[in-house]
């Protein structure tokens, strides 16, 4: 089973399709906010230092977010995992690929879920999300709650995200898309990407991730 580092737009699905990994093949969800708050949580010296910057309202550095998670993958003993979110600049591509090659971690590949402009922000006008983390669509059968306005999963009010506007929508959209390009060109020239259109049913999307994953 191969390891998995998951490369999304906005609106593209990735959550969901990491859900269904994770109950389906036994990922380890390995994502960059929740590896913050987990260290932070910890009370740990780099936890502290971390809390701090924070705090103050500055952005982790690149080497700081980097050692976090050859932390976490020295942790799994050999299971597989999803790395969510993460590498967000071409240095961070290029320093996790030496993590990987230090931890001889080569079995892996980076999923780009291939959503364009227009089709991504028709997902944002339906979109709904819960505090569990859960997100939802109601102009999507497949992505309906059961019971309008409520998370399927912990019974919480489902809200709106403040930056689920379309003109929002379109400046995080196209910021991702400059950031992505050498990340994408990065992976390609490693041999390493697969590129997967999500404008369809989420169960053709798992099925087609599913086979990636599987050719070993």
């Given at each position: 089973m191969k390891n998995v580092i998951l490369i999304?737009?906005?609106?593209?699905?990735?959550g969901t399709?990491?859900?269904?990994l994770v109950n389906k093949f036994g990922y380890v969800h390995i994502s960059m906010g929740d590896l913050l708050?987990?260290?932070?949580?910890?009370?740990?010296e780099l936890g502290l230092k971390i809390k701090k910057i924070i705090d103050s309202g500055a952005l982790v550095d690149d080497d700081l977010t980097i050692e976090l998670i050859r932390n976490k993958l020295k942790t799994l003993n050999g299971q597989p995992f999803i790395v969510d979110g993460f590498p967000r600049t071409f240095y961070q591509a290029q320093a996790f690929a030496q993590v990987l090659e230090e931890l001889n971690i080569d079995n892996y590949v980076a999923i780009l879920l291939n959503l364009s402009k227009e089709d991504a922000v028709k997902?944002?006008?339906?979109?709904l999300i819960c505090k569990c983390g859960k997100s939802y669509?109601?102009?999507?059968?497949?992505?309906?709650?059961?019971?309008?306005?409520v998370c399927d999963k912990c019974g919480a009010s489902l809200?709106?995200?403040?930056?689920?506007?379309?003109?929002s929508f379109k400046t995080r959209y196209e910021v991702f898309e400059t950031n992505i390009?050498?990340?994408k060109n990065f992976y390609e020239e490693q041999g390493k990407?697969?590129?997967?259109?999500?404008?369809?049913?989420i169960e053709e999307i798992a099925s087609d991730i599913a086979r990636v994953i599987k050719n070993d």
């Amino acid at each position: 089973m191969k390891n998995v580092i998951l490369i999304a737009p906005p609106a593209a699905g990735k959550g969901t399709q990491s859900e269904l990994l994770v109950n389906k093949f036994g990922y380890v969800h390995i994502s960059m906010g929740d590896l913050l708050r987990e260290v932070v949580a910890s009370g740990s010296e780099l936890g502290l230092k971390i809390k701090k910057i924070i705090d103050s309202g500055a952005l982790v550095d690149d080497d700081l977010t980097i050692e976090l998670i050859r932390n976490k993958l020295k942790t799994l003993n050999g299971q597989p995992f999803i790395v969510d979110g993460f590498p967000r600049t071409f240095y961070q591509a290029q320093a996790f690929a030496q993590v990987l090659e230090e931890l001889n971690i080569d079995n892996y590949v980076a999923i780009l879920l291939n959503l364009s402009k227009e089709d991504a922000v028709k997902r944002i006008a339906g979109r709904l999300i819960c505090k569990c983390g859960k997100s939802y669509n109601i102009y999507d059968e497949a992505l309906k709650p059961k019971v309008e306005g409520v998370c399927d999963k912990c019974g919480a009010s489902l809200v709106k995200r403040d930056d689920d506007n379309v003109d929002s929508f379109k400046t995080r959209y196209e910021v991702f898309e400059t950031n992505i390009a050498p990340i994408k060109n990065f992976y390609e020239e490693q041999g390493k990407l697969v590129v997967i259109d999500v404008n369809r049913a989420i169960e053709e999307i798992a099925s087609d991730i599913a086979r990636v994953i599987k050719n070993d």
